[in-house]
């Protein structure tokens, strides 16, 4: 139920778009972000533009040691509530909105900073104020924009709860501090298109900053290419709840997987963003990185029930993610009285003193961890940011064993990546490069559904923003997978919950048309234990599944029917060994 209240505030929030007044207090950067200004201007005596450079640079330059320095500045505000003090020089929004300007400026002086406000009543405040700065873009396109986003507002499990300590240093120190770091490195070099920084208030009741920003967007019809939130991404202890998909339960470790949540799947900018993310991490910076993270791409938009800043901006178009830690601690049902984990409550600090010398010496937010976030991001925004422009359109044309690919191109860049994917994967099988703009590509598997989408390559070897997806033998397929739906239907396991065995079923009203029928179980990362093969006859189909030699945790794991490779219905299943 507390995720269905929670939903429906978003809901609302989105439906009445109820900002008003919406002025850029440094007339500066709303010229800037208007595309009207000479990128000249803001050139460097020494410009920096080497895409892998600048890789290389980020992944050396992002600091543990800064991202811990933000925090313990942020939690001294003792809230951010959004509602919360704004007079005081040491406490609440007021006086953390003010040092973060300031430090955005005192990175660099191409850095244009400035308030974004806004009038919407909320919790007895009436007025607001996201905070953000501009990196003016130098090249060609420094009319488009990449935006990196993290809420900065905090709270205790009351809405408006504006006098409880709510330092909020995983949920959303973490991607604040983040954002702040990312301004330090990348103001170093330059970009050819324009980036701009954002910290947005309001989140915690309703996504009104991003509601905000993203209708300024919106209503001034620039163009946004990108959009990049981080919301949670320090953290790596699994609490007692979370919000599903969850982590394997209290105290769980896990400082190397790092979710990205996105709208849609097929055709969806949004999938395809999340693609060119993790790409381009394991090209540019996985070589070279000495401890890297796994970017695990996720089918829903973000976790049951609950939403973030990326939501507003996808509501009216701009390709969005949303970054995520694989463990949270919490799931927000603070009313619970038995919910004893951090998220939305005071206990949402950096760490405790555990030897009494009043110093921080074990901490709940992992800098490192944070770090390699970070730099997932400041990688992704880059190759954005100085990417050329994708290719117009393509088709794909049958041929024996594959594709003859067709790309229309009026820039002749001359160099493509062809992403292919499994219509059942979220991700990408294979990644081709071609040399000219039709080709072919071969060694496809036979009857297997194929989603294609194409960039183009600069001579720097940056890809542009994937554009697509087209399919192979789509409607003949998918009109077999839409009979099976009807035919076939998958049981819950049991027994459930279960401790070394459990059965799966499939019960079959007629036998659909496919060739190959498995039963496919993963943890809640989506990470593939096992693949099992079921034959489907009239009636009940049963396999026998052995966890007891598998040395999983305890906690919830999925399994889905696989018809041909495509997922016809996944269901949840409870290990309570």
């Keep these: 139920m507390k995720y269905f209240y929670y939903f429906i505030l978003l809901l609302i929030s989105s439906q009445l778009s109820g900002q008003t007044n919406l002025v850029i207090t440094n007339p500066q950067a709303e010229t800037i972000l208007r595309g009207n200004f000479a990128p000249e201007d803001y050139l460097p005596p020494f410009p920096v533009t080497d895409p892998a450079f600048i890789a290389a640079n980020i992944d050396a330059n992002v600091s543990p040691d800064s991202l811990k320095a933000y925090l313990e500045v942020m939690r001294s505000f003792r809230t951010r509530h959004t509602s919360a003090d704004t007079t005081s020089t040491t406490e609440g929004m007021g006086a953390a909105r003010r040092w973060a300007l300031a430090k955005f400026a005192s990175f660099s002086d191409r850095l244009i900073t400035s308030y974004l406000q806004f009038d919407y009543e909320t919790c007895g405040v009436g007025q607001h104020r996201n905070i953000f700065a501009v990196l003016p873009g130098t090249g060609p396109h420094y009319q488009e924009i990449v935006l990196v986003e993290a809420h900065f507002d905090s709270r205790c499990g009351e809405l408006c709860d504006t006098e409880c300590r709510a330092e909020g240093m995983e949920d959303n120190g973490s991607g604040s501090a983040a954002v702040l770091e990312l301004a330090r490195v990348m103001s170093l070099y330059t970009f050819d298109r324009t980036i701009v920084f954002?910290?947005?208030?309001?989140?915690?009741?309703?996504?009104?900053?991003?509601?905000?920003?993203?209708?300024?967007?919106?209503?001034?019809?620039?163009?946004?290419?990108?959009?990049?939130?981080?919301?949670?991404?320090?953290?790596?202890?699994?609490?007692?709840?979370?919000?599903?998909?969850?982590?394997?339960?209290?105290?769980?470790?896990?400082?190397?997987?790092?979710?990205?949540?996105?709208?849609?799947?097929?055709?969806s900018r949004n999938k395809m963003l999340a693609r060119f993310v993790k790409l381009e991490y394991e090209e540019m910076i996985a070589p070279i990185a000495p401890q890297t993270n796994v970017i695990n791409i996720m089918t829903p938009e973000d976790r049951t029930g609950r939403g973030g800043d990326h939501i507003p901006f996808r509501e009216r178009g701009f390709p969005s993610i949303r970054f995520t830690s694989a463990n949270e601690h919490g799931d927000v049902s603070t009313n619970d009285p038995d919910y004893e984990d951090r998220q939305h409550t005071s206990d949402d600090i950096l760490g405790v003193d555990t030897d009494g010398d009043e110093i921080l010496d074990s901490f709940f937010v992992d800098f490192n961890y944070l770090a390699r976030n970070t730099i997932i991001n400041g990688n992704a925004i880059a190759m954005t940011a100085q990417g050329p422009d994708p290719a117009e359109s393509f088709v794909l044309n049958p041929i024996d064993g594959g594709f003859e690919v067709v790309i229309n191109d009026p820039n002749n860049y001359g160099t493509y990546r062809v992403g292919v994917r499994q219509f059942s994967e979220l991700d990408f099988d294979t990644v081709f490069t071609l040399q000219q703009a039709t080709d072919t590509l071969r060694g496809l598997t036979p009857d297997v559904i194929y989603v294609v989408s194409v960039a183009t390559v600069d001579e720097n070897g940056v890809e542009s923003l994937f554009i697509g997806e087209r399919f192979n033998d789509f409607e003949t397929k998918l009109a077999n997978i839409s009979a099976a739906q009807e035919q076939v239907k998958l049981l819950q396991n049991r027994p459930n919950p279960f401790d070394e065995a459990t059965y799966f079923g499939v019960w079959v009203e007629e036998v659909p048309n496919y060739k190959d029928a498995k039963i496919v179980v993963r943890d809640l990362q989506g990470r593939i234990l096992r693949s099992l093969p079921i034959a489907l006859n009239i009636g009940l189909n049963e396999v026998l599944y052995n966890f007891e030699h598998h040395g999983y945790q305890p906690g919830v794991y999925t399994y889905t029917l696989m018809l041909d490779d495509y997922p016809l219905v996944t269901k949840r299943m409870m290990y309570a060994y």
């Design 198 to 267: 954002v910290l947005t208030t309001g989140e915690e009741q309703g996504l009104l900053g991003a509601e905000a920003f993203s209708s300024f967007f919106f209503e001034e019809d620039l163009p946004l290419k990108a959009v990049y939130n981080n919301d949670i991404i320090g953290g790596i202890i699994c609490g007692a709840t979370a919000s599903p998909p969850g982590c394997p339960g209290l105290n769980d470790i896990d400082s190397t997987n790092v979710r990205i949540y996105s709208s849609g799947n097929l055709n």
